[in-house]
């Protein structure tokens, strides 16, 4: 019960948040090859939900379905390396089948939130997911630990490009 609440706080911040203040509509990358994206990506830093505060060791994990859904599994442990273990299963949804680049996420049927992918290395080694809103982001990665000049790059884009208030940005703690 408490998680079907949590779910649906979570759902309620980020469907409640998707006007863009202001600002021009956060682009997403021009193409991603949905089968390369899928695969466990580390959480190095992002603009945490109150569900993912206090996150260390987090990993979302994308599962492609025969018919296209995609079964994520969020994991990580609460406050620190050795607390309590976190697990949360969404599903995803490719709502823009040129790019793959927009999804819809399900916390809890019928209700779906924009994630949308806003930046990705060529080799598909980092990814940056954004809400319309511009209240979270998460910058991910497929190793525990990105290389600092690359983080720095990634940042700065964030707040130049994608106009997001990187003062709020925070560390997710990696110790695999």
Not at 42 to 58: D, R
Not at 94 to 122: C, H, S
């Amino acid at each position: 019960m408490l998680r079907s609440f949590s779910f649906v706080s979570v759902l309620l911040s980020l469907v409640g948040c998707q006007t863009s203040g202001g600002k021009p509509p956060l682009a997403t990358v021009s193409k991603v090859e949905i089968k390369r994206f899928m695969g466990p990506w580390y959480v190095i830093a992002n603009m945490p939900t109150f569900l993912e505060v206090g996150a260390h060791n987090a990993i979302e994990e994308y599962i492609l379905r025969d018919d296209g859904a995609i079964d994520v599994n969020f994991t990580f442990r609460k406050d620190s390396f050795d607390g309590p273990k976190r697990e949360y299963h969404p599903r995803g949804f490719v709502d823009n089948k040129e790019t793959n680049a927009t999804w819809g996420m399900q916390f809890i049927w019928p209700f779906k939130t924009d994630f949308l992918i806003i930046d990705l290395a060529d080799d598909y080694s980092w990814t940056v997911i954004g809400v319309p809103s511009r209240s979270y982001v998460w910058i991910m990665a497929r190793e525990p630990k990105l290389d600092e000049g690359v983080y720095k790059k990634i940042a700065r884009r964030l707040g130049e490009i994608h106009l997001y208030d990187i003062s709020k940005l925070q560390l997710v703690p990696q110790k695999h």
